[in-house]
């Protein structure tokens, strides 16, 4: 059973490194210069251990306690990202686990997380901006008009190290249009913060639109482990 699925994952691994290649050749980019996060929410532990077998750095995860619980089974030295949005008292969990939180779109949840950081880690959080794309705040990200402010508090905090920005295209959304708009704010962050340079952009569905307009990191799930049950 292990067998057959860690050929399956590494099946899909090749599949997906080469869907990267190819947009970066597309692009003109290096290949080299697009880093691939493999989310794993919904799958157990054991499939995290044989990514990282496979060769596989980073993971990802959108809910504290499955992460948590994940990340403490997990015997693989990895970098865990936090994709998902996360209530301010998740803040001291999470910073016990995550290396980089990418979903971070307030001042208050910065605040909670320099906090928690400060008194539960020894190096600095890595910290990404999510973003909104189309401005609308109901689902998570900092509009374009708070990003200045948020990124100043974050680049100031102590145990925060800011990288950069993560954004998910919105639905309804050519990727294309999504990510070029993306790729704006990004570089207007970096006007004010020459070292924000991360853009995490791109998942399953819209990957090579996201490495054609710059993004550094993917989010990949579904092309990776399969399809994810939605009932749960
Ligand atoms: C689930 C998720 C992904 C991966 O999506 P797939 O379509 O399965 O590749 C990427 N980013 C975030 C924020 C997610 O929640």
Not at 126 to 152: C, K
Request: charged letters at 25%; aromatic letters at 4%.
């Amino acid at each position: 059973m292990t067998d057959a699925r860690r050929a399956e994952l590494a099946e899909n691994l090749t599949e997906v490194r080469e869907r990267i290649g190819r947009a970066c050749v597309a692009a003109g980019r290096d290949p080299g210069s697009v880093s691939l996060v493999a989310i794993t929410k919904t799958y157990p532990a054991g499939d995290v251990d044989l990514l990282a077998s496979l060769g596989v750095t980073d993971v990802g995860e959108n809910k504290d306690q499955e992460a948590a619980a994940k990340a403490a089974a997990v015997t693989a030295s990895l970098r865990w990202h936090f994709v998902g949005q996360l209530q301010r008292n998740k803040a001291k969990s999470v910073v016990t686990y995550a290396d980089v939180v990418e979903s971070v779109d307030s001042l208050r949840l910065a605040t909670a997380l320099e906090s928690a950081a400060g008194r539960l880690r020894e190096r600095p959080l890595d910290v990404l901006i999510q973003v909104s794309i189309d401005g609308d705040p109901a689902r998570g990200g900092a509009v374009a008009t708070d990003i200045p402010a948020l990124a100043s508090y974050v680049a100031a905090a102590g145990h925060l190290r800011l990288g950069g920005v993560m954004a998910v295209a919105p639905q309804g959304w050519e990727p294309e249009r999504a990510f070029d708009a993306l790729a704006g704010m990004a570089s207007r962050l970096r006007a004010d913060h020459p070292d924000a340079t991360v853009v995490s952009a791109g998942m399953s569905n819209d990957l090579e639109a996201a490495v054609a307009h710059g993004a550094t990191h993917v989010r990949i799930g579904t092309s990776l482990l399969g399809m994810r049950n939605t009932l749960r």
